[in-house]
């Protein structure tokens, strides 16, 4: 079993940064591929970063503004979010699946609880 527990969201202007943790407990992440998938009212839960050992992968409207990475010494995956758009709004959930990442929520087994980022104009 893996819990996770994401933090650092918040209200932010437009073009502005946060920065998202996921710590994890029960297994060392190192043996997951990891995921951070957004969800805004109303619309079906979407990827948006996913990351191996060695390979990152992004969703087309994050890329360049957002960077994924993990700390396997901590057991914590990070998001880097800068430029900041209204757009962006939604509650953020960082997901572990074993092997790689893929961009279905469907192929993940464990979830945070999920943490909401409000972007205004």
């Known amino acids: 079993q893996v819990q996770l527990v994401e933090s650092g969201g918040g209200l932010v202007q437009a073009g502005g940064s946060l920065r998202l943790s996921c710590a994890a407990s029960g297994r060392t992440l190192s043996s997951y591929g990891m995921g951070w998938f957004r969800q805004a009212p109303g619309k079906e839960r979407e990827f948006v970063a996913g990351?191996?050992?060695?390979?990152?992968s992004y969703a087309d409207s994050v890329k360049g503004r957002f960077t994924i990475s993990r700390d396997n010494a901590k057991n914590t995956l990070y998001l880097q979010m800068n430029n900041l758009k209204p757009e962006d709004t939604a509650v953020y959930y960082c997901a572990a699946r074993p092997g790689r990442p893929t961009v279905s929520a469907a192929d993940y087994d464990y979830w945070g609880q999920g943490t909401q980022v409000t972007v205004s104009s």
């Open positions: 990351i191996t050992w060695t390979v990152r």
